[in-house]
């Protein structure tokens, strides 16, 4: 079986306000349904060992969890290796229920974001209030950043997880660099 | 800069993650309808300075289309309400009223 890498093979940036890095392969998986239908919650929280996610927030323990993407979609975290498994899991509990259940690892780029700085950064390039009070650790957030779409979750203080589509990986990761880039700190929450 | 709560997802962001879709609760005239009927449905548009209502999407979120009222002239958002409606909900109308005493769009006021 043919070797399968990460979009940018694991590159990474530090020097600017914030250490850009482009995380190992990630298992994702997409679930469509009724997400208040008892086998989709099964489905969903079975594979993980996580909760069902409120409304625009990621429950995530390590390379595990349940992120909500919208109101008939969540995002299942696991372990690259284990994606055939956890896969399988989910359609016996989904059984006959009307829902969606696909893999979706390798259509997708995830990079970390860390830093002191790493909200400004990533206030600079999506359409989202980021303050402090407003956007908290465990929150998921699906949204554009700059001209491509994505998606980021908070899973500490300082530091975000953000998706975007494999195709888009190059793009998203300049886009961080650029937006990092050395001495380009606004100082804005941290002022308020 | 239009600040919309998606009211499918909830979630609140900048126009810039929407697209607009123009106007809304248009009356489709299709195959049989009069020439005034059809000119009417594509052509003729309100194009008000105050309160508008808009369709728009969420695009770059949970894809849904939804309603918004705003005003063309100050960008103020009143309300944003479900696709799935012929007119705006009495509680947004009235709650406009009561920023823009009188004003009327459409058959609606």
């Given at each position: 079986m043919s070797k399968t890498v990460t979009a940018l093979n694991g590159a990474s940036w530090e020097g600017g306000i914030a250490h850009i890095s482009e995380a190992p392969?990630?298992?994702?998986?997409?679930?469509?349904?009724?997400?208040?239908a008892a086998a989709v919650i099964k489905a969903a929280t079975g594979a993980t060992g996580q909760e069902m996610p409120a409304q625009g927030k990621a429950q995530c323990a390590g390379e595990k969890g349940v992120c909500w993407m919208s109101p008939d979609e969540v995002l299942v975290l696991c372990p690259y290796a284990e994606i055939d498994k956890t896969l399988a899991k989910i359609k016996a509990d989904l059984g006959d229920t009307h829902s969606l259940a696909v893999d979706v690892s390798d259509?997708?780029?995830?990079?970390?974001?860390?830093?002191?700085?790493?909200?400004?950064?990533?206030?600079?390039?999506?359409?989202?209030?980021?303050?402090?009070?407003?956007?908290?650790?465990?929150?998921?957030?699906?949204?554009?950043?700059?001209?491509?779409?994505?998606?980021?979750?908070?899973?500490?203080?300082?530091?975000?997880n953000v998706i975007c589509f494999r195709s888009n990986a190059q793009y998203m990761f300049d886009l961080l660099k650029t937006a990092a880039q050395p001495g380009s700190e606004v100082g804005y929450f941290a002022a308020s | 800069?239009?600040?919309?709560?998606?009211?499918?997802?909830?979630?609140?962001?900048?126009?810039?993650?929407?697209?607009?879709?123009?106007?809304?609760?248009?009356?489709?005239?299709?195959?049989?309808?009069?020439?005034a009927d059809f000119e009417g449905y594509m052509f003729m548009r309100e194009n008000p300075k105050g309160v508008h209502f808009e369709r728009w999407r969420h695009a770059y979120g949970c894809g849904k289309w939804?309603?918004?009222?705003?005003?063309?002239?100050?960008?103020?958002?009143?309300?944003?309400?479900?696709?799935?409606?012929t007119e705006p909900p009495k509680e947004l109308r009235d709650k406009i009223s009561k920023k823009r005493p009188g004003w009327s769009w459409g058959a609606f006021s």
């Open positions: 392969q990630q298992g994702m998986i997409t679930l469509l349904g009724d997400l208040t259509a997708r780029a995830l990079f970390v974001v860390q830093g002191p700085n790493a909200r400004e950064v990533m206030a600079k390039l999506a359409p989202v209030d980021l303050h402090p009070a407003t956007f908290t650790p465990g929150m998921f957030r699906r949204t554009r950043m700059a001209q491509v779409p994505a998606a980021f979750w908070m899973q500490e203080e300082d530091a975000f | 800069m239009l600040i919309l709560t998606c009211p499918c997802c909830g979630q609140t962001g900048e126009e810039s993650e929407f697209h607009g879709g123009g106007e809304a609760h248009l009356k489709r005239f299709g195959p049989g309808s009069s020439d939804f309603h918004a009222a705003r005003c063309t002239m100050t960008l103020e958002v009143f309300g944003t309400y479900p696709a799935q409606t």
